[in-house]
């Protein structure tokens, strides 16, 4: 097993690449702390992670308050001992917003969930893997991360500055035996909130459109790239935004 012996903390774990990461990490020998803000969803997937022979615990966390995400640190600290691994993964979109249609409402919470809480929950977790002197980050990106025309403009945004965050982070602590990646998958099947789109900022997204498959990728094939980063089979890769798009943002 792959992650026999480590604990990995899973923000956006019920539901989506999230939880497919999560189950994926649990069958690979990892104690797991499903964190979501769903509750019931949470108890869902730790109970189907225990049926399974695995070993996890939730945490209902709001990424966005940082309350929420020192008791989901401290929850993987309390019952297993430490973090090996934090995956930043949950994150919401912005309906595709152009800039001359953005509201700062909006573009305030799309931070505050995709770039400010993956600080957040980085800063909380960085003295632990000091300490240890290991650790693994992963963020979850987008296209976005590295492309214009992927996504709206508060979620372009966010994910450049996700991609900044995991760069810098991985760099400043290359020496302390932390690593931090992130993966920018293409469109894949998950409930991310599209709510009230901008139909202009859309056409330019779905014209654009393209990979491998015509579908959106399974988060299983997410999870894999995940898997890799957080193993030691990727123990040289470090400040890398890895594309998983089936080759999207080659055009």
Same mark, same amino acid.
């Given at each position: !097993?792959?992650?026999?012996?480590?604990?990995?903390?899973?923000?956006?774990? $019920?539901?989506?690449? &999230?939880?497919?990461?999560?189950?994926? #990490?649990?069958?690979? /020998?990892?104690?797991?702390?499903?964190?979501?803000?769903?509750?019931?969803?949470?108890?869902?997937?730790?109970?189907?992670?225990? @049926? $399974? /022979?695995?070993?996890?615990?939730?945490?209902?966390? %709001?990424?966005?308050?940082?309350?929420?995400?020192?008791? !989901?640190? %401290?929850?993987?600290?309390?019952? #297993?001992?430490?973090?090996?691994?934090?995956?930043?993964?949950?994150? +919401?979109? =912005?309906? #595709?917003?152009?800039?001359?249609?953005?509201?700062?409402?909006?573009?305030?919470?799309?931070?505050?969930?995709?770039?400010?809480?993956?600080?957040?929950?980085?800063?909380?977790?960085?003295?632990?893997?000091? $300490?240890?002197?290991?650790?693994?980050? +992963?963020?979850?990106?987008?296209?976005?991360? +590295?492309? *214009?025309?992927?996504?709206?403009?508060?979620?372009?945004? @966010?994910k450049h500055g996700l991609a900044g965050l995991t760069k810098n982070?991985?760099?400043?602590?290359?020496?302390?035996?932390?690593r931090c990646n992130a993966i920018a998958p293409g469109a894949v099947?998950?409930?991310?909130?599209?709510?009230?789109? =901008?139909?202009? &900022? !859309?056409?330019?997204?779905?014209?654009?459109?393209?990979?491998?498959?015509? =579908?959106?990728?399974?988060?299983? =094939?997410?999870?894999?790239?995940?898997?890799?980063?957080?193993?030691?089979?990727?123990? #040289?890769?470090?400040?890398? +935004?890895?594309?998983?798009? /089936? *080759?999207?943002?080659?055009?």
């Amino acid at each position: !097993m792959k992650l026999e012996h480590k604990t990995a903390v899973i923000t956006g774990a $019920a539901s989506g690449m &999230g939880k497919a990461i999560t189950e994926l #990490f649990a069958a690979e /020998g990892a104690k797991v702390v499903v964190a979501d803000l769903n509750g019931e969803k949470v108890s869902a997937v730790v109970d189907e992670i225990r @049926s $399974a /022979g695995g070993t996890a615990a939730g945490a209902v966390a %709001d990424v966005t308050k940082e309350e929420d995400i020192g008791r !989901m640190i %401290d929850t993987a600290v309390n019952t #297993f001992g430490g973090v090996d691994i934090l995956v930043n993964n949950a994150g +919401i979109m =912005d309906g #595709f917003r152009l800039i001359e249609s953005i509201e700062d409402e909006l573009w305030e919470k799309v931070l505050a969930v995709n770039l400010t809480g993956p600080m957040r929950a980085i800063r909380k977790a960085i003295p632990l893997m000091l $300490a240890q002197k290991s650790g693994v980050i +992963i963020n979850v990106g987008s296209a976005a991360s +590295i492309t *214009g025309g992927k996504g709206g403009v508060a979620y372009t945004s @966010s994910k450049h500055g996700l991609a900044g965050l995991t760069k810098n982070v991985g760099f400043m602590y290359a020496k302390s035996g932390i690593r931090c990646n992130a993966i920018a998958p293409g469109a894949v099947k998950t409930n991310i909130a599209i709510t009230n789109p =901008d139909m202009a &900022g !859309m056409q330019v997204f779905q014209e654009s459109y393209g990979t491998q498959r015509s =579908d959106p990728t399974d988060p299983l =094939d997410i999870a894999t790239v995940a898997l890799f980063l957080a193993s030691e089979d990727s123990r #040289f890769v470090n400040g890398a +935004i890895i594309a998983a798009d /089936g *080759g999207w943002t080659a055009y």
